[in-house]
């Protein structure tokens, strides 16, 4: 895990034409991507490609393997689960998906552009005519010390891609080793169903306990994500932004 300082960055959503400024608190997050011996070892199965980034992981087993992670530590679980519903309890200790703005942040290491380097230094992309993740820490890291947070494969954050037009759709961010470069960037959003699963899609560990945060409504905040906001765009009509596809 790397210590990622507090820091404040704007987020930007091209589709929706709307921007975002988030003011972080200190935080962790894992070097590397969550290898197939790392999710063997929590899940007791075999990894074939240990030091590949675990991928075909649904966002619900991604955050149930944080949970585990956690207790394996003796860490407070961060997640409490009802059914496929999932509360953040954003004061434990333990391991997590990282919020949208805070993978962001910890991507960008202090980068204003798409790229915190030469995309054919720092990330596996179609460029490379790969059918396959490669093995984690192979290309260069950011300047955080962070490897593959663009290209290789794209990691689940906690956050909904747009509960008013995709329902319960999860965010994933950073392209992946299939990608053209106009879609390995640091502001990329794309995203799934909590349930489905991607040969291209793996997950990162974050670690930090959020004091309580409330809004003013007393419905949780943190890090750049709030349950009021969530609950506010589930409710919103009108007509899809250009580029979206309805939801079958």
Do not use: K
Request: net charge negative; with cysteine; hydrophobic share 35%.
């Amino acid at each position: 895990m790397r210590r990622i300082d507090a820091g404040t960055i704007t987020l930007r959503d091209a589709r929706r034409s709307t921007t975002r400024r988030v003011d972080l608190e200190p935080f962790e997050i894992g070097v590397f991507a969550v290898t197939e011996e790392q999710l063997g070892e929590l899940l007791g199965i075999t990894a074939h490609h240990p030091r590949r980034p675990a991928v075909d992981v649904p966002w619900l087993r991604a955050v149930r393997c944080c949970n585990a992670a956690s207790e394996w530590e003796g860490l407070d679980p961060v997640y409490r689960f009802d059914g496929d519903e999932v509360t953040w309890l954003v004061d434990a200790d333990g391991y997590r998906l990282p919020t949208e703005a805070e993978w962001e942040f910890a991507c960008r290491a202090g980068s204003t552009g798409p790229h915190h380097g030469p995309l054919d230094e720092v990330a596996w992309t179609s460029a490379d005519g790969l059918t396959e993740p490669q093995d984690v820490g192979t290309r260069m890291p950011n300047l955080n010390g962070l490897f593959d947070t663009l290209g290789n494969v794209w990691e689940w954050c906690w956050d909904h891609l747009d509960p008013a037009r995709y329902g319960d759709y999860r965010v994933f961010r950073g392209g992946g080793f299939a990608d053209e470069s106009w879609s390995v960037r640091a502001s990329v959003r794309r995203g799934g169903a909590p349930r489905m699963h991607h040969e291209d899609v793996g997950f990162r560990f974050a670690r930090g306990a959020i004091d309580p945060g409330v809004d003013d409504t007393g419905l949780a905040a943190a890090q750049g994500w709030s349950e009021r906001a969530d609950r506010e765009r589930a409710g919103a009509a009108g007509p899809l932004p250009p580029g979206w596809t309805p939801r079958r």
